[in-house]
């Protein structure tokens, strides 16, 4: 019986800490910026309403990165992760030309 609880309990403590370390992980993750050149050429700005719309004519009022079907994060993420910008993270607010709902 010592055995099992034993066993047990290192392996509470491992798996407790390698959640602990996912989530330092994730909270690292960096952010795209605006002035990445991909993010330039996607037109991604952090602020949809900041779209350049004469450059942009596909934006339309209301699509941000939290309702796009390319956004990995929650809709009450401030930021998610993005399958366009791979391990760089987006604002839930901005848009890009890559936008979809699908």
């Known amino acids: 019986m010592k055995n099992s609880r034993r066993s047990f309990?290192?392996?509470?403590?491992?798996?407790?800490?390698?959640?602990a370390l996912t989530r330092v992980a994730l909270?690292?993750?960096?952010r795209v910026s605006e002035?990445?050149?991909?993010?330039?050429a996607l037109g991604y700005k952090e602020v949809a309403a900041n779209v350049?719309?004469?450059k942009f004519p596909t934006y339309?009022?209301?699509q941000?990165?939290?309702?796009?079907?390319?956004?990995?994060g929650k809709a009450s993420d401030a930021w998610g992760?993005?399958?366009?910008?791979g391990t760089q993270?987006?604002?839930?607010?901005?848009w890009c030309s890559s936008y979809s709902n699908m």
């Open 52 to 54: 350049d719309k004469a």
């Open 9 to 19: 309990v290192f392996l509470s403590i491992g798996v407790g800490a390698s959640l």
């Open 60 to 62: 339309v009022a209301g």
């Open 64 to 72: 941000t990165c939290a309702n796009c079907s390319l956004f990995q």
């Open 27 to 30: 909270a690292d993750a960096t």
């Open 89 to 94: 993270q987006v604002a839930a607010t901005g």
């Open 35 to 40: 002035a990445d050149p991909k993010a330039q």
């Open 81 to 85: 992760g993005c399958m366009v910008f």
